[in-house]
């Protein structure tokens, strides 16, 4: 396992600013959702794509029985080992997440597309609340990892669609009149715009709102998560700007990324949650 996990920016500043015994999981989760993730490669045979699924479906489920083989599983359970096996039950969203996407499945209702991002959740941001303690409540831990994912999906709108995976619901797209293929477009119609720009700012407060119910003392602990989500909402607040124009890497400014994680790592010592405006 690298010392620091390759990640992108916002991931590897949460990374950087998590608690130390919050370090070597969250690294280990972010190694093994990357290599979930392979089998997603385009130009992967896909009867090879579903055997790789197959096989990690069934390392998760080692991993949380205590026996796993893979190295980044084998970290990732030593860290766990003290609050057993059930910290770890929820793993294989992983590869929920990720059959999902190898099969381009669309997400009829919003309800599809929040039950996506909470499988996502379980997996990869409430078993780090466990690790936090009795501070960090699940139910709340869920939501705040739901608007995450769902704000994450939401940066990467056209990409994702050019490879067939649509982040929108069929049904808002209907209502608003945008053919599922115009998210494909590095340029988009004032009318998604409009969809998205609300969508964005729906976003962010639901996020706001997640982070401030953890309370005091789980912000406080989980300081690298909510330096997660201070830069995911800065992104948001950026595509939002460059709407009707799809964001794109070049759009982030990594300066100035650093300093909103390095103030949101404040709030949260402090308790104060997530500030929309930096």
Partial sequence: MPARPEAPVARELA?????????????????IEREIGTSLRPGLDHEVAHARLAWWR????????????????????????????????DLTGLVDTAAWDLACATFATRRELEAYCERWSAAMIEP?????????????LRTFGRNLCAIELLLALAPDARLGRL???????????????????????????????????????ALAASVNALGAAAQATLRGLLVWAAVAASHSRRAQALLPRAITARDHHAPLDGWRAWRAARRADAGRGLALAD
């Fill in 58 to 89: 069934e390392e998760c489920a080692r991993c949380a029985a205590g026996r796993a083989v893979h190295p980044f599983t084998r970290e990732l359970a030593a860290a766990f080992e003290p609050l057993g096996g059930a910290a770890l039950a």
């Fill in 167 to 205: 982040r929108v619901p069929l049904e808002e797209l209907a209502r608003a009149g945008v053919a599922p293929e115009e998210l494909a477009q590095a340029r988009w119609s004032m009318a998604l715009a409009v969809l998205l720009r609300e969508r964005h700012r729906e976003l962010r407060g």
């Fill in 128 to 140: 780090l609340g466990r690790l936090a303690g009795p501070a960090a409540a699940p139910g709340p």
């Fill in 15 to 31: 990374w950087l600013y998590s608690r130390a015994a919050q370090r070597a999981p969250l690294a280990a989760l972010y190694a």
